[in-house]
């Protein structure tokens, strides 16, 4: 039998036990599983979880930008958490990215082509870039592919002529100590999510904050499905008022 799948709609969102016709499901190595939804999910347990204020920017940024995670047609660009050290910007990263693509830590830096990016992207829904301090013109490059959409033609294995071609399109989390200088398309492709120094009395040790995420993971994965219904049900009427799709 399938495991359980769950359907989101404009009307809402349910599990089942088979995906709907046409659909079907890659697990990678470092695939995780995700837990049940819970139905009385609320949004409010991230935002405490990230600790900041029902109006903050950030949270806004963030909620949205986890409900449109979901939408694998469109460019989504990535978040960017940047701050001094202390600031907890990895621990956040992780624990926005973990709803969605769970894991224990965010990964390396970019790589050292584009080829370390498509291995990355073949084995992760939503990508992590870890310390970021520097980018080059051919990274900026890269990083606006990997969110606008790219394909990647290799050769088919013991054969000389033949070709297969991996296309991806992905969003994702990067985290630095600031924005590095991306070219002007790269940064329009990425969100940034300012994090201030956390004072030490007020840290926690990174076990709890895994601890109490993985607990509350449920009703939190459940509170971005009820948002992304939201989503559905409300688009068609936003393009139309909007005069259609924005570029990004």
């Not at 979901?70 to 960017?80: E, G, K, N, S, V």
């Not at 992780?94 to 390396?108: K, Q």
């Not at 948002?227 to 008022?241: F, K, M, Q, V, W």
Request: proline share 6%; hydrophobic share 35%; with cysteine.
């Amino acid at each position: 039998g399938y495991d359980l799948c769950v359907v989101v709609t404009g009307e809402g969102w349910e599990g089942r036990e088979e995906p709907p016709q046409g659909v079907a499901f890659r697990m990678a190595s470092s695939t995780r599983p995700l837990p049940d939804p819970d139905r009385a999910g609320d949004p409010e347990i991230l935002r405490s979880l990230l600790g900041w204020s029902v109006i903050d920017r950030r949270w806004l940024l963030t909620r949205g930008w986890l409900a449109a995670s979901l939408l694998p047609d469109i460019a989504r660009p990535m978040l960017f958490f940047h701050g001094r050290a202390g600031s907890s910007k990895t621990t956040k990263a992780v624990t926005v990215v973990s709803v969605i693509d769970p894991r224990d830590e965010l990964g390396s830096s970019f790589g050292k082509n584009e080829r370390d990016e498509v291995a990355m992207a073949s084995n992760r829904y939503l990508v992590g870039f870890d310390n970021v301090s520097r980018a080059s013109e051919e990274t900026s490059d890269r990083l606006s592919r990997l969110v606008t959409g790219t394909s990647d033609e290799r050769r088919t294995l013991y054969s000389d002529n033949a070709q297969f071609v991996v296309s991806f399109r992905r969003t994702g989390v990067i985290t630095g100590l600031s924005v590095p200088g991306f070219k002007s398309d790269a940064l329009e492709r990425i969100i940034p999510i300012q994090c201030e120094s956390i004072p030490s009395q007020q840290r926690r040790p990174e076990k709890a904050i895994a601890e109490e995420r993985a607990a509350k993971h449920p009703a939190i994965l459940g509170a971005v499905l009820t948002d992304l219904a939201t989503i559905l049900r409300n688009l068609p009427a936003s393009e139309a008022r909007e005069g259609g799709k924005p570029r990004m």
